[in-house]
């Protein structure tokens, strides 16, 4: 078929325009027969698949930046098809939230998280940021909660969760604070403090979708899940209050939050940096779309797009929880022409497919509701509908500022020693191969600051099994140190690279 380019929102329609708002009927048992269950079950994954595969072209391309809207965004009929042939990559929206279903569905919904810790980490596919260091924590003996927790993970604000939460809500239709149970274990695998909430709050967003098509109250009521005075709530409730004041213009709601709440300071790559991968300004992202695309399905998922940075995950949520909210059906055939031809394909590193996965997710409703006081009555699923109260403080890199970030690209295969003058660093780099060995090579280094070793650690040269960073420690006192490496394993085929250090201290 002939690929077409389609001009920004002129695809996009109306078609939840019809449907009547309501309030979150809290206190009330909602009565869901199987067949609308189902049509929301499918609208939330392929709604995610399709927002994913649209915002995928630009992930990560517009940094800090708007998309504007003279600027097309590729999509035809097959684009889903071609897309999930091409670059099955770019689903790990979809394939990690599947590797925690696939633990649910053999173990029940209560599983110990060792299960879905010690799954997800000796999985095959790739991963990143928050998800890697959690891993290589996980493989080396460091366990939830603390794989996720930011003194062992500086990715733990980062994005991970939020964009694998979204089966949380798909399994607790009603019931957020069911949701947020869940996302305790869960989410502290690989995050902690903001980036913990991310996924609190989407979760809790899925789960409400099922009971109310009002978004504005959806989007707020969600928000009660996140304690007020963290960064998290403030940002989420400034998008609410500007989407207020400025309802007609995204594009300066977008640029009162980057004034306000653009600023990393966990993620080693964006401290200092337009790269941001924290999970609250993509949340913001989220929001964005959902409040002023106002139910329509295309324009919710443009507007997240073209918010920028994670742009493949921030329209993948939005539309899920939109396909939660009217299902499967409402969402318009031009999106469908190619998720339609993968639903019987399995995700990459997985047997499930979309088709199969929401009779799994089916399933696991009836378990939540049998222990939240609902039941499965034959056809009907009996939901109790119980309002969301905020889970416990948590901030992470609380008092921490970054101070400096120093360039090094410095490689060495015996001794490397650092000055640094603050109370935390973190060191960026990797193992590099410099000759042809084939063997599984595992540097083993020992880290020594002002005298005193305070970690022997392992660097895999295999990327699935990679140290993400070199080197992280925090609060150690304010002052001048000094930090050492010493690689105990020398092989003439490897060097160990310290890229960067990012230095903190305590804000004044």
């Not at 996924?199 to 809790?204: E, H, M, R, S």
């Not at 989007?219 to 403030?234: N, R, Y």
């Not at 497919?353 to 039941?375: F, K, T, Y």
Request: net charge negative.
């Amino acid at each position: 078929m002939k690929k077409t380019i389609i001009p920004v929102l002129a695809c996009a329609l109306s078609l939840f325009a019809s449907c009547q708002r309501a309030a979150v009927p809290y206190g009330t048992t909602v009565s869901l027969d199987r067949a609308t269950i189902e049509d929301k079950i499918r609208g939330g994954w392929f709604g995610q698949t399709i927002g994913c595969t649209y915002g995928g072209p630009t992930e990560f391309k517009y940094k800090g930046s708007i998309i504007n809207d003279e600027i097309p965004i590729p999509w035809y009929d097959d684009y889903i098809y071609d897309t999930f042939i091409e670059d099955p990559g770019l689903y790990d929206d979809v394939y990690m939230d599947l590797t925690f279903l696939e633990v649910m569905a053999e173990n029940g919904v209560n599983a110990p998280v060792e299960l879905f810790a010690q799954s997800f980490a000796n999985a095959d596919y790739k991963l990143w940021h928050a998800n890697q260091a959690a891993r290589y924590n996980i493989l080396n003996g460091i366990m939830p909660p603390m794989s996720g927790h930011w003194m062992k993970n500086p990715h733990a604000d980062d994005i991970d969760f939020q964009i694998e939460a979204d089966f949380i809500g798909m399994i607790t239709p009603g019931l957020p604070d069911a949701a947020s149970v869940i996302a305790d274990r869960i989410g502290h695998i690989m995050n902690y403090g903001d980036g913990w909430y991310g996924g609190v709050f989407t979760a809790a967003m899925y789960s409400l979708a099922f009971v109310c098509d009002d978004i504005p109250t959806v989007v707020s009521e969600a928000l009660k899940t996140i304690p007020e005075g963290t960064k998290f709530h403030d940002c989420i409730a400034d998008v609410i209050r500007f989407h207020k004041k400025y309802p007609n213009d995204w594009h300066q709601c977008w640029f009162e939050i980057q004034k306000r709440h653009n600023l990393d300071v966990g993620c080693p790559e964006g401290v200092w940096n337009c790269f941001n991968i924290d999970a609250t300004i993509n949340a913001a992202h989220v929001v964005m779309g959902l409040l002023y695309g106002e139910g329509d399905f295309g324009r919710t998922m443009d507007i997240s797009t073209r918010c920028g940075d994670d742009s493949d995950c921030n329209p993948a949520s939005a539309a899920g929880i939109l396909g939660v909210m009217y299902g499967y059906d409402a969402i318009p055939a031009e999106w469908k022409g190619g998720v339609e031809k993968i639903a019987s394909m399995p995700f990459p590193y997985t047997s499930i497919s979309l088709n199969s996965l929401c009779d799994i997710n089916v399933d696991l409703i009836g378990q939540v509701l049998e222990a939240e006081g609902g039941r499965v009555d034959g056809e009907q699923f009996i939901c109790p509908v119980k309002e969301p109260h905020a889970v416990r403080y948590e901030q992470s890199f609380e008092g921490l500022v970054p101070v400096a970030k120093v360039v090094l690209k410095k490689r060495f295969s015996d001794e490397l020693t650092l000055s640094f003058n603050g109370n935390s660093i973190v060191v960026e780099g990797s193992v590099v191969k410099t000759g042809h060995d084939e063997s599984d090579y595992r540097a083993r280094l020992q880290a020594w600051i002002d005298g005193s070793l305070v970690e022997e650690f392992e660097m895999p040269f295999d990327y699935i099994k990679r140290k993400y960073e070199v080197f992280s420690t925090y609060c150690i006192g304010s002052g001048e140190h000094t930090l050492k490496f010493v690689l105990l394993n020398p092989h003439p085929d490897y060097v160990i690279n310290a890229q960067e250090m990012v230095i903190y201290d305590e804000a004044e």
